[in-house]
């Protein structure tokens, strides 16, 4: 909105010219987000504390530690949610589908979110929606979005699956693609939301991968980049650097409160919606397969709760892999501190989001 409108008045004032860079845009929704965070957070939390009364449900059967977190607000995430796409409302060009296309994931997940939330603060345990439900809403939005991108994407990327490593090189899938965007966005949303179980854990690597996103995006928008980097060219996906500088800030200002220990918990609102707008994100870009890279820990956090489902049934409760899933859980078990667990994790999301920047180069 805002640079709809000071845009046009570059043609009176050159100053305005500025508002046509992606990278002062960027930098503008991520610095205005940050500060919307840090200035509306404590009375968010104390709203949220008083309306919630008990807090965020903890789990009986998990670490006898998370039992001091009893009290402690959910539903941070719309504090994310809220400052993004205020953000990027002021900064990003309205008129671009890809921006629209990210608002509706972000909202649509992030009332999915809500919903489990609240349901799980109303039944007072942490179970929330069942799972059929969410997951049936989660792919459906997921294949709205799967079908909106083969209008936005051009011709010979529809159906196709990009190959990291090799120059321009896809992988026809056909209709399996729709059956790709739920994996990709229904699972990244779910894999974020299994990591968000210690104070601080999910949010940092969040970030990592939305800065990856940013650095993709911006490149895979640009003609010249794109064609140095041997990276298929998709106009107009530079603009969503703006909501992506609007997610971190959000997310950075969310650290604030959320570093241990926690004065507020994301929730279903915030990971859920967050972790589905990254799986959209990437394959917007057409590089879902580096999300599995530069979202490494994500994918191991979620593979640990299903490898640990798996043994247990098929051994009919009889072995465990883990002492707990997710991992995080496991290590917590095992006598880990929290904060041991919450930096050698960011550690590994750090090595993590490198090995995947390098996946552009080499080729």
């Known amino acids: 909105m805002l640079y709809n409108f000071l845009y046009q008045l570059s043609e009176y004032f050159s100053f305005f010219n500025v508002f046509k860079y992606l990278t002062v845009r960027t930098s503008g929704a991520l610095l205005t987000s940050l500060l ?18 008990r807090g965020q449900p903890i789990r009986s059967d998990g670490p006898e530690s998370h039992l001091a977190k009893a009290g402690t607000p959910t539903m941070g995430g719309i504090l994310i949610l809220g400052s993004t796409i205020i953000s990027s409302i002021f900064w990003a060009n309205l008129t671009s589908p890809f921006v629209l296309l990210f608002l509706f994931i972000i909202v649509g997940f ?12 109303s039944q007072g345990d942490s179970k929330g929606m069942q799972a059929r439900w969410k997951f049936a ?21 529809h159906y196709r699956v990009a190959i990291p490593f090799f120059k321009n090189l896809t992988v026809y899938i056909g209709w399996f693609y729709f059956l790709w965007g739920i994996c990709v966005i229904t699972g990244t ?26 650095l993709i995006s911006y490149l895979v928008g640009h ?18 650097t703006v909501p992506l500088g609007a997610l971190i800030g959000g997310c950075l200002g969310f ?20 972790g589905a707008t990254l799986g959209g994100v990437s394959m ?47 290590f917590e078990k095992k006598g880990w501190p929290e904060s041991t667990i919450t930096i050698r994790f960011w550690i ?10 390098t996946t552009l180069k080499l080729r």
């Not at 459906?140 to 799967?146: E, H, I, K």
């Not at 590994?348 to 920047?357: D, E, K």
């Open 36 to 53: 919307i965070v840090l200035f509306s957070g404590e009375k968010v939390i104390r709203a949220l504390k008083a309306k919630q009364k």
């Open 110 to 121: 992030g009332l999915i979110g809500a919903y489990d939330d609240l349901k799980k603060l």
């Open 137 to 157: 809403a989660q792919g459906t939005l997921s294949v709205l979005v799967a079908l909106a991108l083969l209008q936005l994407t051009p011709s010979e990327l």
């Open 189 to 214: 949303s779910n894999a974020v939301n299994l990591t968000d179980g210690l104070d601080g854990l999910a949010i940092v690597p969040v970030m990592y991968v939305a800065s990856s996103f940013l």
């Open 223 to 240: 003609s010249n980049f794109s064609d140095y980097l041997y990276i298929h060219h998709i106009p107009g996906a530079g603009e969503l």
């Open 255 to 274: 650290l604030w409160f959320n570093a241990p220990p926690a004065k507020i918990f994301m929730g279903d609102s915030g990971s859920l919606s967050i």
């Open 284 to 330: 917007m870009v057409h590089h879902e397969l580096v999300l599995c890279i530069v979202g490494g820990l994500f994918v191991v956090e979620a593979v640990s709760v299903i490898l640990q489902v798996a043994i247990f049934k098929c051994t009919k409760g009889r072995k465990r892999i883990f002492l707990m899933a997710p991992i995080h859980h496991h």
């Open 348 to 357: 590994i999301a750090t090595i993590l989001a490198l090995l995947g920047l």
